[in-house]
């Protein structure tokens, strides 16, 4: 489902990723490593938001070099900020993602909007909505579409305790058909989960098969 294959990445000098390469079956991952390592950086990668220098990743079998808009149709990217356009609202985001994927808002989509409490809030412009409610606005659209990869960068991060048992939840049920790729600082909730924990060093030079 993702597949990474010696993906390297530098910024000036600094070389952020050394020839990373992993294969990923479904299940929930983990990526841990201190602060400043590289962990954003990967996601954006395999997200196809920063280009790497060299290698590839292929979502679903697509390569996403070669086939952009089919690998990343497969794919959610919930990045730890929230870029999102303070003049809409709620629901407006939500149909913009869906109409990007191509897709329409699912039931699937609205129980999940459901369980994190967000109903309420559909109708409120995103910047006007706490930080922890765009967050949650943020992880509901990563629902959207059915992704078979789910990229999630400090997803517990900002939550409230309601909230973040709805997401171990989620999580739990979303990794037993898709691969959940999670980077966090927070044991416990990888433990929640059930993730695989993957350390960052680990992912550079022969592939990991998980
Ligand atoms: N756009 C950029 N331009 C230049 N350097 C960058 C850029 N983005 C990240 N970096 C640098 O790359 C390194 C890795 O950053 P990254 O955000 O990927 O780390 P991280 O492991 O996610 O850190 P944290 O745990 O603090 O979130 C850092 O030294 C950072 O300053």
Known sequence: MLRVEQVCKSYGARKVLRSISLTCQRGAYMLRGPNGVGKSTLLRVLAGVTPPDSGAVWIDGHALHQEPI????????????????PFITGSEL???????????????VHAVVERFGLDRHLGTRCGDMSLGTQKKLMLAAAWIGEPSVLLLDEPSNGLDVAAHAVLVDLLREKSAKAVVFVSSHDQAFARAVGA????????????AEL
């Open 70 to 85: 089919r690998a990343k149709l497969r794919l959610a990217y919930a990045p730890d900020e929230c870029p999102i356009y």
């Open 94 to 108: 939500l149909a913009f993602v869906a109409q990007a994927k191509r897709c329409s808002l699912t039931p699937q």
């Open 196 to 207: 695989q924990v993957l350390t960052f060093d680990s992912l550079s030079g022969p592939a």
